[in-house]
């Protein structure tokens, strides 16, 4: 992004090509594939061969060598196509942030082109039933063997296992000066022997479904770890500024989406000789929605400006207050929606009443809300640590 707040030529000729082959999908194969138990895996598979998936990973592993802010432009407009494709979030832009930054050589040609072409999906497992938001209190724990490692412990609301070859587990090793836990980041293959899961049943319509993960013994060669043992915290905190970017694209793209619905109806529904968008108790809260969508758009490229820029604590304020400015809007351009449409809004035949419970998702993962808060008046205003 430049100083003159427009994006580069290339990043638009990117969002012009993403928002061709989202326009080609759409809602109805989104809601079909959800419905019918499917996955989007005909979309994921095309957005890899066309290299969108990996924009940001590093040319000599097959990626375009962008940055997070192209990978971003990618989710936001999928989004907008009525395709929101969550595992975006977690496998090139977690994972694959991760690995491309802290893997051996070796691990990055080992994990990154199967990422980069689509043709594998990678897990991120951070949260655990009885520690929430309060990363300290992980259990998960990997002790050293004569082979490698053994990881024992379990996470929940892990998006896409199913899905997924391997899952970046997010464990705890004890320091052996110590004896104290630290964080350690693992990568898991799905089928590896005493890794089991068990589905979710959630209200959200998707593809993409939740789980719950079982760890019992799983043996782990010495390479499943990524990265240093002992910089585990800042490999975890690498992943999480481009999460919240990314998780905040595609809530600015679902908001357009909702408003692009609105604004469509507003325009044809015709009630007492005009369309019901010339009516101010209509328009206001649309246009109201566009200003609010475009400024947690410029905060979520400013956050991305500002990683690809390497400044990691800029990012990491603009990327919380982004991710609550754009978590508002799609919850509110949803609910908008669907009050614009009237009776309608409720129908299944308009799209919108599929989306309710998912436009809340953004308010709560893959941080509350809250969190994000309590970064902000840490961090930017100075005031006292309130956990």
Known sequence: MSHHFTESEERRELRKAVAALGARYGERYFYAAAQEDRKTTELWSEAGKLGYLGVSIPEEFGGGGGDIGDLAAVCEELAIAGCPLLLMVVSPAIVGTVIAQYGTQEQKERWLPPLADGSQIYAFSITEPDAGSNSHNLTTHAARTADGWVLKGGKTFISGVDEASHILVVGRTSDQRTGKLKPALFMVPTDAEGVTWQQIDMGVISPEKQFTLFFDDVHLPHDALVGSEDAGLEQLFAG????????????????????????????????????????????????????????????TQKAAALYAAGDLMGAGEAANMAKVAAGDVAARAVDTAIQTHGGN?????????????ASRLSNIAPVSKQMALNFVAQFSLGLPKSY
């Not at 481009?242 to 009630?271: C, F, H, Q």
């Not at 101010?280 to 905060?299: F, S, Y």
């Not at 299944?348 to 309710?356: C, D, P, S, T």
């Open 345 to 357: 809004g409720l129908a299944n035949e308009y799209g919108l009443v599929q989306a309710l419970a």
């Open 240 to 299: 999480l500024n481009p999460e919240r970017i990314m998780a905040a694209s595609m809530a600015t793209g679902t908001a357009r989406w909702a408003l692009n619905k609105a604004v469509a109806y507003a325009k044809e529904r015709d009630v007492w000789g005009k369309p019901i968008g010339a009516h101010q108790a209509i328009a206001h809260p649309l246009a109201q929605l566009h200003i609010d969508i475009e400024m947690a758009r410029l905060l």
